[in-house]
C-alpha cells in the first residue's frame, strides 16, 4: 500500500501544484479540491480522490492528445491516406488489460478505505443522531466505558436566520454573523459538543424520512433512514467548530436544517457533560417533614 501510495502521489504531482492554493476547510470562492478534513480517517477520501482525479487527467490527455493528433497531423487535406488493417491483437489485450489494472488497483484501495472507516471497534463513545424535519436530536450514550445519563438535545436553525430568511424579513442575510463569519443558514441554537482525540461512534437514524448527515471536515457522510441505523465513527485531531448540512433532499425546508460540531479539549468536554449531567439529574427529594412531637403529649388530666 506504501509504495503504491508513494507511486500515485508523484504521479498526481501536477494536479495537485494546481490546487496549492486551496484552503483546507469549508468551501471557499475559486477553491478546486475537496477539504483534506481534520480527522485521523479523512485523509483516506482525500488521498483516494486525488488518485482517482490524477488517473483520469492522465487518461484524459492520452486519449484526448491521441485524438486531436489524429484530426490534424493526419487529416486529408494533408495527402494523409487511411489504414486498410481492421485490428490489433496486440493493441487491443494492450487498451484491455491497462484499464483493467487500473480499476482492479481503484476497487483495492477504495475498498481498504472503506473497510477501516467502517470498523468502529474501540470506539470511546457513543452519539446517537436522529433527523427530524428539520432538525437534529443528539443524544449522548456512553463516553470512556460509562453510560450517559439523560443528555440530550434538538439541534435547530438559529433563530436569527430563522427570522431572516422568512419572506418579506426585511432582514439582511450578509448581517447574519458569528464573529467576522457570515452564518446565515449555518448556525444552531445547539451545537453538537465533542471531545478530540477521542474515537467516537455515531449511530444514525431517522424519525420520517430520509435525511443524510454531512461534516465536510470530517471527510464522510452518513444516511438518516428510518427504521434503519447506520453507523460511522470520527476522531478529531484538531479543536474548532465545524459545519455541515442535511445532504439529502428531505422536504420543503431541507436548506435550513445545518449540523455545527463544537470540538473541545477532552479537559473541557468532561467538565461540559458533568453540567449537562447535573443539570438533567432529578431535584433532590424534599427532607421528610419533621414528626410533630411524635404523637403529641398526652393531655394530663385524671378521669
Known amino acids: 500500500m506504501t509504495g503504491i501510495r508513494r507511486a500515485a502521489v508523484a504521479s498526481t504531482a501536477i494536479v495537485l501544484a494546481l490546487c496549492a492554493g486551496v484552503v483546507q476547510a469549508d468551501p471557499h470562492p475559486w477553491q478546486l479540491n475537496m477539504t483534506r478534513g481534520v480527522t485521523t480517517w ?40 487511411a489504414e486498410k488493417w481492421s485490428h490489433n491483437t496486440t493493441v487491443e489485450i494492450v487498451w484491455t488489460t491497462i484499464p483493467v489494472i487500473i480499476l482492479v488497483v481503484l476497487a483495492w484501495m477504495a475498498t481498504g478505505g472503506l473497510v477501516s472507516f467502517a470498523n468502529t471497534t474501540g470506539s470511546q463513545m457513543t452519539i446517537k443522531v436522529t433527523g427530524y424535519q428539520w432538525k437534529w436530536r443528539y443524544d449522548y450514550v456512553d463516553y470512556l466505558g460509562k453510560p450517559v445519563s439523560k443528555v440530550g438535545f434538538m439541534s435547530k436553525l438559529d433563530s436569527l436566520s430563522d427570522k431572516t430568511r422568512q419572506l418579506d424579513s426585511g432582514m439582511d442575510p450578509y448581517a447574519v454573523k458569528t464573529g467576522d463569519e457570515n452564518t446565515y443558514l449555518l448556525n444552531v441554537d445547539k451545537p453538537l459538543v465533542l471531545p478530540i482525540h477521542t474515537k467516537i461512534r455515531f449511530v444514525i437514524t431517522s424519525d420520517d424520512v430520509i435525511h443524510s448527515w454531512f461534516v465536510p471536515a470530517f471527510g464522510w457522510k452518513m444516511d438518516a433512514i428510518p427504521g434503519i441505523v447506520n453507523t460511522a465513527w470520527t476522531n478529531i485531531n484538531e479543536a474548532g467548530t465545524y459545519r455541515g448540512q442535511c445532504a439529502e433532499l428531505c422536504g420543503q425546508d431541507h436548506g435550513f436544517m445545518p449540523i455545527v460540531v463544537k470540538a473541545v479539549s477532552q479537559e473541557d468536554f468532561a467538565k461540559w457533560l458533568a453540567a449537562q449531567e447535573q443539570a438533567s439529574a432529578p431535584p433532590p427529594a424534599a427532607a421528610p417533614a419533621a414528626a410533630s412531637s411524635a404523637a403529641a403529649p398526652a393531655s394530663g388530666g385524671q378521669g
Open 42 to 81: 479523512s485523509g483516506e477520501p482525500y488521498f483516494l480522490n486525488n488518485v482517482a482525479l490524477g488517473v483520469c487527467v492522465v487518461i484524459g490527455l492520452l486519449v484526448f492528445g491521441a485524438m486531436f493528433i489524429a484530426m490534424f497531423r493526419f487529416r486529408k487535406s494533408r495527402g494523409a491516406v
